[in-house]
């Protein structure tokens, strides 16, 4: 059971790009009190192989000033897009530290994933975080609820090699196999014939983009090793052309 948990919960981190991001502002906006203030704002978002969410944000925002006072945070990842009744869906609230990292590989993973922030990632105000995860609290339907931790969530670790090699892979299927990529979002997702460009691979599946719109392919089984990456992605193709 707590593996099913788990593995709605990674699918919800990978699938979806962006998340509501809680911070404590130090005071009330409007000077009143000098308590703590919940606030809540729209962040993109990138989870790494760890499933640890990368933001990139800006020093000017509130929600940065408040990290800066208190690291704590929490991000809601919606699942519930589309459904006629949302409250039925899956979403999952993370607790976890946000800290400023230089990790040059986590900000590739995250231009990656949104490749318009890259107009300014540059600019000096503006840093990636990591956020370290403590716990989840997932909500998958009517009296479906469950706390997990961080631990629960890791129960497929990445391959050693995948988060080094992955930036090869990617670039190698969107300069070269850019055919496989559309095979993949139309014959296996049924999705939209277009320009789609593959933006990560984890020990789980690959993440795809077209424009604004994201998709999320899975594997049939966990990658064994980064080596296993290459037979698992040509695999997909002859699927792909036998549907």
């Known amino acids: 059971m707590i593996e099913d948990m788990s593995r ?7 699938g979806l790009d962006r998340a509501a991001l809680a911070t404590a502002l130090p005071a009330h906006p409007g000077g009143e009190g000098s308590a703590a203030w919940p606030y809540a704002s729209l962040v993109l978002v990138a989870v790494d192989h760890d499933l640890s969410p990368v933001l990139l944000l800006s020093d000017l925002a509130e929600h940065t000033k408040a990290i800066a006072s208190d690291g704590r945070v929490s991000l809601l990842f919606d699942g519930t897009g589309g459904l006629d009744q949302p ?3 899956a979403r999952v609230t993370l607790l976890g530290r946000a800290l400023r990292t230089a ?9 990656a994933r949104h490749p318009d922030a890259a107009i300014y990632a540059g600019f000096k105000d503006f840093h990636f975080y990591r956020v370290a995860l403590e716990r989840a609290h997932l ?12 631990a629960d969530l ?3 670790p990445a391959p050693a090699g995948l988060a080094e090699s992955e ?14 990529l559309q095979l993949y979002a139309q014959k296996l997702l049924g999705l ?8 990560g691979i984890d020990v789980e599946g690959i993440d795809l983009r077209r424009g604004g719109q994201v998709a999320r392919l899975p594997f049939d089984a966990p990658l064994a090793s980064a080596a296993e990456a290459r037979k698992v992605l040509v ?9």
Request: proline content about 0%; aromatic content about 6%; glycine content about 10%.
């Open 8 to 14: 709605t919960v990674r699918a919800l981190l990978r």
């Open 87 to 89: 409250l039925t869906g």
């Open 103 to 111: 990790d040059e590989r986590l900000g590739q993973r995250f231009l």
């Open 139 to 150: 909500v998958a339907g009517f009296g479906k609820i469950h706390w997990l931790d961080a």
């Open 154 to 156: 890791l129960s497929v």
């Open 167 to 180: 930036a090869g892979i990617v670039s190698h299927m969107n300069e070269d196999h850019a055919d496989a």
């Open 192 to 199: 939209t014939a277009g320009d789609w460009r593959m933006t």
């Open 235 to 243: 695999s997909l193709v002859g699927r792909a052309r036998a549907a």
